[in-house]
């Protein structure tokens, strides 16, 4: 589920704007980091080993220069660290020019300090030091900007710098026999950095795109949760973001499944509403499940019981039988449940099979996938008989001819009165 830049909506382009926000700030503390580290090296090395300083810098005295250059850059790269953290909090962009802005000062650090170096201890030395090195650290981190013009810039503006210093730096002897300071030399390892940039916008508009269909995902996603509630199993979940969860109302045939669990109510007054609600979940865990398993959707928890569908969303020439057998697994779990339990349950379950209207509901706001009819009022109504005929499973005589012989145990309780409707009933009882 891949969706371009343009295609994202507002919603989505802030989302992703907060993650670059985010890699953005990254990128910058690490810059710091690596500069106080850099710092720490070069403190060590005039406390501890002076002579290998002497050897580096030719004058251990030089010591300013990486603080001359670092700490003015560790208090700009905090000054845009704070710039990022009000942007985040405010939830904007970072405006273009303030990026290409950072990338030619952040990029331009390894110049001057090759500048100075080459002056104090000459370009065959600085140049062939590890100096030109942290060009390559800007290009790297250039990745998470997540942007291929501001990589390929950054590359852009080391090239320059190398290939400038190299060339028109006054200190740079002419007509030397040196390999090492050669143009030549000096203009491929610029036309390197050049391309190091480009490959480190390639990967940073990869990471872009990765981030933007991950967006789009967890949005199509949490639509799917809004209309379907969280209790969807995934191959359901899968299945509604492969085709779409903006279906128009359709009638459909469904088998509707009501459970409740019996005296729950009165149990409860004399447990702690924690013991209440625990003993809920555990139930419901173990319901639920089966329900997924048999390719049903939990559509609704009516307190301490619940309205499952199977044959919606998605046609299901089985739904009648997937219903009926996730009735039976249900009440065998729930027996299996019971044993050494202080608070032993018992459920009804009562299915009906028939037309619903089924879709979205709700607000423009706030929707979520039903089903209505009288489907879903009559499957209500046998479920509550269950009290009355001291059963656990009562099926409608549409669901018991749908099934075949997988209800060959049921035994019918003959025409029942059921309430709302004015004539009787044929209703089965399976367990």
């Known amino acids: 589920m891949k969706k371009t830049l343009a295609a994202l909506s507002d919603a989505d382009r802030r989302a992703l704007n907060r993650e670059v926000l985010r890699t953005e700030r990254l990128r910058v503390k690490a810059l710091i980091a690596t500069s106080i580290l850099l710092l720490l090296v070069a403190a060590t090395l005039y406390l501890f080993f002076p002579a290998q300083l002497d050897r580096i810098l030719r004058n251990r005295n030089d010591i300013w220069i990486p603080f001359a250059t670092v700490v003015p850059f560790i ?82 503006v080391a090239a320059i710098g190398l290939a400038g210093l190299a060339l028109l730096h006054p200190d740079m002897p002419v007509g030397t026999d040196e390999p090492m300071l050669a143009p030549g030399y000096h203009l491929s390892r610029a036309a390197i950095l050049l391309v190091a940039g480009i490959l480190a916008g390639a990967v940073g508009l990869q990471l872009r795109r990765q981030f933007e269909a991950s967006i789009a995902a967890a949005r199509a996603r949490d639509h799917v949760t809004n209309l379907f509630g969280q209790h969807v199993s995934p191959q359901v979940v899968e299945r509604l973001l492969a085709s779409g969860a903006e279906a128009a109302s359709e009638t459909r045939q469904v088998a509707v499944m009501f459970v409740d669990i019996r005296g729950f109510t009165a149990a409860a007054k004399s447990r702690t509403p924690q013991d209440v609600v625990a003993r809920l979940d555990q139930a419901f865990a173990v319901l639920v499940d089966i329900v997924d398993r048999n390719g049903g959707i939990v559509n609704k928890f009516l307190g301490d019981g619940f309205l499952a569908l199977f044959g919606a969303p998605f046609d299901d020439p089985q739904a009648a039988n997937r219903a009926l057998n996730a009735s039976r697994e249900m009440l065998a779990a ?55 005929h001291g059963c656990q499973l009562l099926i409608s005589d549409a669901l018991y001819h749908a099934v075949g012989t997988d209800a060959a145990d049921a035994v019918t309780l003959g025409g029942v009165a059921v309430r709302g409707y004015e004539e009787a009933m044929t209703v089965w009882r399976v367990a």
């Not at 990026?99 to 500048?115: D, F, K, M, V």
């Open 334 to 388: 729930i027996e299996r449940d019971n044993v050494g339990s202080d608070w032993p349950l018992r459920i009804g379950i009562g299915l009906h099979l028939g037309d619903v209207v089924a879709g979205n509901v709700g607000s423009p706001r706030r929707k979520e996938y039903t089903v209505i009819g009288d489907t879903v009022n009559f499957a209500s109504r046998i479920e509550a008989l269950n009290k009355e």
């Open 75 to 156: 208090l700009f790269e905090c000054g845009v660290l704070a710039l990022l953290r009000r942007d985040l909090k405010l939830d904007r962009a970072i405006p273009l020019w303030r990026r290409y802005l950072g990338a030619l000062i952040e990029t331009s650090l390894p110049t001057i300090a090759l500048a100075i170096q080459m002056h104090r201890i000459g370009p065959l030395q600085s140049l062939g030091f590890t100096l030109p090195l942290i060009y390559f650290l800007f290009i790297i981190l250039s990745t998470l900007r997540l942007d291929f013009g501001l990589s390929a810039f950054t590359g852009l």
